[in-house]
């Protein structure tokens, strides 16, 4: 079945560091890949997609490009600011529901 | 722009009793789904339901049941309630069931069973 495989954290970076969160993944056909953010006490929000090889989503200074070859869809960002802390979850969707990763908490100081 | 609505926002339960949780999707959204996250946890894919009809089951255990009415708004049904029932429990909807659709969730029902 589909999974999804998530660096595990937390991750603690320093204000305008760069960020990189890996993500890898297991699917049959040619899945759609997400990166869900959820803020404390909030509910998942979508960050960015992509639906097709190659394609790279982007949003807010993040970015991920879907790389069929290596099976990953890398979260990245420049430059990261406290305001980024949160945790981050890869999905994927093949034909039935969302399969998520198990989330990396990324927290940002000053 | 309207979000999916969850009610209650939190709930506290005793073993053995029941809930149940209520999701209004977006306006025009046809398809819901169904979330369980436990603490520190990934959500958990339980169910999901297409023009009223149950689309697709995940891990979904027996003493929960879940439907989509005519409006589209779904309740999710949970009885004999158990201590590790407790967790954020949320509600996505999205327009069809095509693999690039994107769903849109809601704040959650925290479920705390004592």
């Known amino acids: 079945g589909n999974s999804v495989t998530q660096m595990e954290g937390p991750v603690t970076l320093s204000e305008e560091a760069f960020l990189t969160i890996n993500c890898t993944y297991t699917?049959?056909?040619?899945?759609?890949l997400f990166w869900y953010v959820q803020y404390p006490g909030e509910g998942l929000q979508l960050l960015l997609k992509?639906?097709?090889?190659?394609d790279k989503g982007s949003n807010k200074g993040f970015e991920a490009t879907y790389r069929k070859e290596t099976t990953s869809f890398h979260l990245e960002k420049g430059s990261v600011q406290v305001s980024d802390s949160a945790v981050y979850f890869c999905?994927?969707?093949?034909?039935?529901?969302?399969?998520f990763g198990s989330g990396t908490r990324l927290q940002v100081q000053p | 722009a309207a979000g999916v609505i969850q009610s209650p926002r939190h709930l506290i339960k005793e073993k053995r009793e029941t809930a149940t949780l209520k999701c209004y999707p977006i306006?025009?959204?046809?398809?819901v789904y169904w979330y369980q996250q436990g603490p520190g946890q990934d959500p958990q894919f339980l169910i999901s339901?297409?023009?009223?009809?149950?689309?697709d089951k995940g891990s979904i255990p027996d003493r929960f049941s879940a439907q989509q009415f005519s409006d589209y708004h779904s309740e999710l049904n949970m009885s004999s309630l158990e201590l590790g029932d407790s967790a954020l429990y949320f509600c996505?909807?999205?327009?069809?069931?095509?693999?690039?659709?994107?769903?849109?969730f809601g704040q959650g029902t925290r479920l705390t069973v004592v």
């Open positions: 996505a909807s999205s327009l069809d069931q095509g693999m690039n659709t994107e769903a849109f």
């Open positions: 699917a049959t056909g040619y899945p759609s």
């Open positions: 992509a639906t097709k090889a190659d």
């Open positions: 999905a994927l969707r093949g034909r039935r529901a969302l399969t």
């Open positions: 306006p025009r959204h046809d398809t």
């Open positions: 339901f297409y023009e009223k009809m149950q689309s």
